[in-house]
Nanobody
Framework: QVQLVESGGGLVQAGGSLRLSCAAS????????MGWFRQAPGKEREFVAA????????SYADSVKGRFTISRENAKNTVYLQMDSLKPEDTAVYYC???????????????????WGQGTQVTVSS
């Protein structure tokens, strides 16, 4: 069993930055590929970024590529999402998720993740 808790959300002006954190409890965090997703009001949850359990591979949605960076620190059981050059369209609830030994090619899919956090709100004002 893995429990995930996101933090770091808030209100920021367009062009600003935020760093989201996702702290995982339970064992074997280093065996889980981790993903970030977001859901805006009235829209479906969508993939943002993912990092493989080994840390060697990452994947990003086209809409955030070059602006967001995903990283992990296994010693702290934490995955991060550094968000720069934020835009109003980035406004959403951001969720982290865990997939045991997930392959990077499947990490864009919601259905491969076994565990989800409760989400953290990010609001970008224009």
């Amino acid at each position: 069993q893995v429990q995930l808790v996101e933090s770091g959300g808030g209100l920021v002006q367009a062009g600003g930055s935020l760093r989201l954190s996702c702290a995982a409890s339970g064992r074997a965090f280093s065996s889980y590929s981790m993903g970030w997703f977001r859901q805006a009001p009235g829209k479906e949850r969508e993939f943002v970024a993912a990092i493989k359990w080994s840390g060697g591979s990452t994947s990003y949605a086209d809409s955030v590529k070059g602006r967001f960076t995903i990283s992990r620190e296994n010693a702290k059981n934490t995955v991060y999402l550094q968000m720069d050059s934020l835009k109003p369209e980035d406004t959403a609830v951001y969720y982290c998720a865990a997939n045991f030994l997930g392959a990077i090619v499947t990490m864009t899919r919601l259905d491969v993740y076994e565990y989800w956090g409760q989400g953290t709100q990010v609001t970008v004002s224009s």
